[in-house]
């Protein structure tokens, strides 16, 4: 399962993207009584209101299976409000609507929740792209689902026939190989970045 996070100013936008007509959309779950973005993006405003301070109350959060999965509405409602909880934004306190699309291959839903709680307080998103990779692997696991790999990918440069034969002749390693192969041990995390000569 991929997850992708995105944080915004304003509901009514996200609302409307993920209730446009051509995504199919289907509204499975969440705390709001509203049904159109204009209802749901007036119910946020109970807790925008709460702290007017913050930017980006907007949490929007796309789940997505790989090709050929699928689950029935209720079984992504569990593992959404598991998802939410181990992020630790509490369903219970904090807003959201759950709709799932059928426009693609690809079984997904899309998940809008308020950063601000019913009680005013903040969820604040810290290192959230990680900890919402960690929270994929074990919901994959509990829901019997493809275990998707954490593993960043590696790149490899595109040599020209002429750098491959020169290397070949040489024994020397084309210049932007060099760079990739650098490049990819930064991106993993095997080194780091290092100033100077």
């Known amino acids: 399962m991929i997850a992708k996070i995105s944080r915004g100013g304003g509901f009514r936008g996200s609302l409307d993207y993920i209730l446009r007509p051509e995504a199919e ?3 499975i779950g969440g ?4 049904e159109t973005a204009r209802e749901m993006s007036q119910e946020f405003s109970q807790s925008r209101r709460l702290r007017e301070d913050i930017k980006k109350p907007v949490y929007h959060v796309s789940l997505t299976l790989p090709a050929g999965e699928t689950l029935k509405d209720d079984e992504w409602n569990k593992l959404a409000i598991k998802y939410l909880s181990r992020m630790g934004l509490d369903p219970e306190e904090h807003q959201y609507t759950l709709v799932r699309h059928k426009d693609t291959d690809h079984d997904h839903i ?9 009680g005013g307080e903040l969820w604040n998103p810290d290192y959230d792209l990680k900890k919402s990779r960690d929270v994929c692997r074990q919901l994959e696991k509990e829901h019997g689902l493809t275990v998707v790999s954490n ?7 595109k040599t020209t026939q002429a750098e491959r034969q020169m290397a070949k002749r040489t ?15 930064l991106l993993s995390g095997e080194e780091k970045p290092t100033h100077g000569s």
């Open 25 to 27: 959309p289907e509204i």
């Open 31 to 34: 705390n709001l009584a509203g």
């Open 110 to 118: 899309h998940i809008i929740a308020s950063r601000i709680s019913l």
């Open 151 to 157: 593993q960043k990918a590696t790149y490899r440069a």
């Open 171 to 185: 024994g020397r390693t084309p210049e932007k190989v060099l760079v990739q192969e650098a490049l990819n041990k």
